[in-house]
């Protein structure tokens, strides 16, 4: 079992930056695969970046891509999502999820956290 929670998430004005963090617990998190995902009022969860268990190989959505940063830190087992340049179109809660398998697909993550809540907003 691998128990997730993420952090960080708040009210921000556009064009703004913030920075989640996801603790992991439980045994072998540090070799898992992670990734961040969002789920919008109204709106089906969406895959937003992923990256690999030693942090080798990134992903990003298009959406994110060059605004969003994923990382991890395995000594502190924590893994991190910076965010700049924020739009009113990121608000959303977003999840960090884990997995032994590389994948952006949600249904195949295994574990989840239990969210947190991005309002970007003037």
């Known amino acids: 079992q691998v128990q997730l929670i993420e952090s960080g998430g708040g009210l921000v004005q556009p064009g703004g930056s913030l920075r989640l963090s996801c603790v992991a617990s439980?045994?072998?998190?540090?070799?898992?695969?992670m990734g961040w995902f969002r789920q919008a009022p109204g709106k089906e969860r969406e895959f937003v970046a992923v990256i690999s268990w030693n942090g080798g190989r990134l992903y990003y959505a298009d959406s994110v891509k060059g605004r969003f940063t994923i990382s991890r830190d395995n000594a502190k087992n924590t893994l991190y999502l910076q965010m700049n340049s924020l739009k009113p179109e990121d608000t959303a809660v977003y999840y960090c999820?884990?997995?032994?398998?590389?994948?952006?697909?949600?249904?195949?993550?295994?574990?989840w956290g239990q969210g947190t809540q991005v309002t970007v907003s003037s």
């Open positions: 439980g045994r072998s998190s540090r070799s898992y695969v």
């Open positions: 999820a884990a997995d032994p398998v590389w994948t952006t697909k949600e249904e195949q993550y295994a574990y």
